[in-house]
């Protein structure tokens, strides 16, 4: 079920090498949304395209904004500036982000809404995005950051879901999970539909550029052990054979946020070669529970990114004893938040540069 | 650490009897917020007291809709009806409930703040929830359910400090999370001074006829392991330690919700006899990590509550069958909502009883 892993070179990118099955030490390091609202010069960017789907679609500032954390710290992966909903707006299914609201999209409840969805404008829509994903890479070895690597990504099914069932962002997705047990039909036939969907866009971004692809279910851990498996661990499982199919060298990261006890199984049921821990997670008992065969990537608090001083010392200090010498991306738990200072992000690299 | 179980006897209630070591099945049964909206008697009371506070010191009223779920299914405990925000307002912090709001609190930030919260006046401003707690006892007793457990409880430390804080409700309590990560020491006072007002405040419930102490730490799970242990587990052991002193004969189980892989530490570091686990919790691998010593309360899925049918009966049944014969309290993993249908709450009594 694995994807066959590339063998480890000394001249591979660290974060390939870690992938590969390599210890490397000190860990690699970025950060989810490094490109974002903390940075400057991202705020610059953002305040010439209002509408931030239009941003997604702007290849030339997505790119843009997705090197500007690269040249301000050296990350060793750029991230593809983009949105987890944009697959729902390429299915027709549409999307605003409203100021301060956060998302808003239709609510799918039923099959009609279900039947409305269309897979095959999927990659013509997102286009634009495939484009971004390719001025990166040559941007990245334009401006000689040869050892950092571009990560795609998606977001999982099931978290897609959410939020198109729900028509936005919810505290516990109650609408979404009593769907689930109301109508396991409908749901299974929307998990279907986008698992197709995320294949194809994530070999789509693949074949434009992307190195390593990470699959974001940010409300994993909303779900119940039963509806975990089902709609959490089933749909990776079937991403990442797809994908290892077409791709086999490319790796993928999942970041089941909130799995909880659930991360082991997710780890060693899916296939995916690295997993994301989320902030609450101890990264060494994660890490045992995950396996050696597996990496794992995180988990900083971002809140400990905004104190900054001894309390971000000790929090990071605390994450590269728990897990030195082992298989670790050193990432965050959740992404940054926009008052988190630069400054605090430039110590942080440098602390885990030291390590 | 752990209290002195009282040694099991037949005669025991089944709650008790699984607190003090016994496997009893099929296993006692209660849900988070039995007493509530989903129930028309609730709503006719509420609808004579609007200020939820009000209600909370209304013990005739208090009492009264604390039994009213009792009377329709038979739960194997009473929880006293009441608000963990009711220790702040005795501490004098002051607290409202708005309407499609929740709850609204002052911002505590600062010494200043932290100074004015007043621990003498919590037994007596609290009194009238001593005296709810006597008529529940005596309701229970005069009704004929001898073999309904009455608990008591209070909100943790760190989460009554989250809503002190943060000012009402939060998705993620990054305001909280981030004052203790810039100001550890005036954090660690505030739970200071949580710790003592809890150990008085239940206490005083069970001077009043509490056989049972529940302590909900309702946002454990938004803090990194370090904080974790800091705030969570080391409050969760003081206060324990501090009651088995005071009261012996009283078990406490505690609820770290979102707890994760932290569940086990904070079951077999904190004294208490119970855990409850949240809804996304494997049931079987928690009861693992948690040990043999402590019995395991939860944790099914609100929403399979409300779909009902066979989604309701599938779940309640992965619970029952993964700790069969287990120290097993069934209940929730999360409180029951409102548009909980009550003849599902019928249903799932009824399934439990066979089981």
Redesign the interface.
């Known amino acids: 079920m694995n994807a066959a892993p590339r063998p480890p070179t000394s001249a591979m990118k660290p974060l390939l090498s870690v992938l590969a099955g390599e210890k490397v030490w000190p860990p690699p390091v970025w950060l989810m949304r490094q490109a974002g609202r903390y940075l400057p010069e991202y705020r610059a960017v953002r305040a010439e395209v209002p509408d931030f789907v239009a941003l997604c679609l702007d290849p030339v500032r997505a790119a843009e904004v997705t090197l500007q954390p690269i040249r301000r710290f050296g990350f060793d992966a750029a991230i593809l500036f983009s949105d987890i909903l944009m697959l729902p707006w390429a299915l027709g299914h549409g999307l605003a982000f409203k100021e301060g609201e956060g998302p808003v999209l239709p609510k799918l409840r039923d099959a009609a809404a279900l039947d409305r969805l269309d897979p095959t404008q999927v990659r013509s829509r997102l286009a634009p995005v495939m484009e971004t994903v390719t001025r990166i890479r040559q941007g990245l070895a334009g401006e000689g950051f040869d050892r950092t690597t571009l990560i795609g990504f998606a977001g999982a099914p099931f978290t897609v879901a959410c939020y198109m069932i729900e028509g936005g962002g919810s ?2 997705f ?1 609408a979404t ?2 769907l ?3 109508d ?1 039909a409908l749901f299974d036939r929307l998990m279907d539909v986008l698992v197709e969907a995320t294949v194809d866009y994530l070999s789509a971004q693949v074949e434009a550029g992307a190195e390593v692809l990470m699959l974001f279910d940010s409300w994993a ?8 498996r089902r709609h959490v661990i089933v749909p990776a499982q079937k991403i990442v054979a797809r994908l290892a199919a077409l791709h086999p060298e490319t790796p993928v990261i999942g970041f089941p946020r ?6 082991g199984a997710y780890a060693q049921e899916t296939g995916i070669a690295a997993v994301g821990l989320d ?5 060494l ?2 890490a045992r ?1 995950v396996g050696p065969g597996i990496a794992v990537q995180g ?3 971002p ?2 990114l ?2 900054g001083g001894t ?2 010392r ?2 990071a200090e ?1 994450i590269l004893t728990a897990l030195r010498g082992q298989r670790l991306i050193f990432n965050l ?2 992404g940054i ?1 926009p008052q988190t200072p630069p400054e605090h992000v430039g110590a942080l690299v440098e602390q885990i540069r030291a390590a």
């Open positions: 505290k516990d109650a999970r009593a689930a047990y109301a396991p851990g909303v779900l119940s052990p039963t509806l975990f909130l799995a909880g006890l659930m991360v902030t609450g997670m101890d990264p008992a994660a529970l988990n900083l608090d809140m400990a905004v104190a309390a971000l000790g929090e605390a738990g959740h938040v």
